[in-house]
């Protein structure tokens, strides 16, 4: 592995790992796959990752009409939030989506109204520009556990539900990678600098679902690949290690569910309940590990925490909506 003099990507043998420089460096990452005389993205991150996207693309020796796939592993705009832009951008290429994110790709209008509402508009267009529709005709969509020919490599596409009902993970079978997206958990690279590294679960609104997280984790670990490339970000090399951690992350996340779906959480409203709660957490695992951030890092860190929470909210009153029926 060898860091480009460019210092916004790291190349490790088949695969280029693109920093997209998503609010903080080293946040959110692009995969281009290198499959012969093909090419491959998964995930893009969003319009403004663009330009650092096809640069890696020019500086890896590829041109735009190499480009055989843009991949994405779900439809957060975090991960595909420029798929449409960069679509025009490589004429030859097709965009391979879950069946439940191909249609918001198709016409994201749905997508971007609802990011508009948790945003505002001024900070969705500062965040992801404008989110460009995809042609029909050149989506393509994988059954579960489907194989494909991709140059000189083979992709396997397997889904897994849990963090996004959307979402699937790919396994380059010529390296021995697995791309999992958000269904292994987040891995910054600021939080692996301590006595051992941090890996933890994310469960941001509206689909989490603990089992089905679970049950993905398995499934991943299960492929006997070498190493996970999750978006945020870069390679995790033991994969065992990391499912032993998420799988503890989980229990806690649970007992957060349990008082929330319960209406256990004291005096406070269950936003401020879930919130305190999965902050206490992480800070318990930093101090444990003697991690320390900067306030930058803190504040990246917090809105994690903030999505966390939404997501346990969200889905604890799903739960007591389904228990009512």
């Given at each position: 592995m060898w860091f480009s003099p460019r210092e916004n990507y790291i190349h490790c043998r088949m695969t280029t790992t693109i920093d997209c420089e998503y609010v903080m460096p080293k946040v959110?990452?692009?995969?281009?796959?290198?499959?012969?005389d093909k090419a491959c993205f998964i995930d893009n991150n969003t319009n403004h990752a663009v330009p650092l996207l096809l640069a890696a693309l020019k500086d890896n020796g590829f041109k735009p009409d190499d480009v055989a796939y843009i991949i994405i592993t779900h439809v957060h705009?975090?991960?595909a939030g420029a798929t449409g832009l960069l679509l025009e951008h490589c004429p030859k290429a097709t965009v391979i989506a879950h069946p439940r994110a191909a249609p918001h790709v198709i016409d994201p209008s749905?997508?971007?109204?609802?990011?508009q509402s948790?945003?505002?508009?001024?900070?969705?267009?500062?965040?992801?520009?404008?989110?460009?529709?995809?042609?029909?005709?050149?989506?393509?969509?994988?059954a579960d556990g489907e194989v494909m020919q991709v140059g000189d490599t083979e992709l396997q596409f397997i889904y897994?539900?849990?963090?996004?009902?959307?979402?699937?993970?790919?396994?380059?079978?010529?390296?021995?990678?697995?791309?999992?997206?958000?269904?292994?958990?987040?891995?910054?690279?600021?939080?692996?600098?301590?006595?051992?590294p941090f890996l933890f679960a994310s469960t941001s609104p509206t689909d989490f679902d603990a089992a089905e997280a679970r049950a993905s984790y398995a499934k991943i670990v299960a492929t006997g690949a070498a190493q996970a490339y999750p978006?945020?970000?870069?390679?995790?090399?033991?994969?065992?290690?990391?499912h032993a951690m998420l799988s503890?992350?989980?229990?806690?996340?649970?007992?957060?569910?349990?008082?929330?779906?319960?209406?256990?959480?004291?005096?406070?409203?269950?936003?401020?309940f879930a919130r305190s709660a999965i902050e206490a957490w992480f800070a318990g695992q930093l101090a444990e590990r003697g991690i320390n951030l900067t306030a930058a890092e803190q504040q990246m860190l917090g809105l994690d925490i903030d999505l966390n929470a939404q997501g346990l909210v969200f889905a604890a009153a799903r739960a007591r909506k389904k228990a009512a029926k």
């Open positions: 959110a990452a692009a995969y281009l796959l290198h499959c012969g705009l975090d991960h749905r997508l971007v109204q609802s990011a948790v945003y505002g508009e001024a900070e969705f267009k500062k965040l992801y520009g404008t989110i460009q529709p995809v042609p029909e005709s050149r989506v393509y969509i994988p897994t539900r849990g963090h996004a009902n959307h979402h699937f993970v790919i396994l380059d079978r010529k390296t021995n990678s697995i791309f999992t997206g958000d269904s292994f958990g987040i891995a910054y690279p600021m939080l692996q600098h301590g006595s051992r978006t945020h970000f870069g390679v995790w090399s033991d994969l065992r290690a990391g503890e992350h989980m229990t806690q996340i649970e007992k957060i569910f349990e008082a929330l779906k319960s209406g256990d959480t004291g005096s406070a409203e269950p936003y401020a």
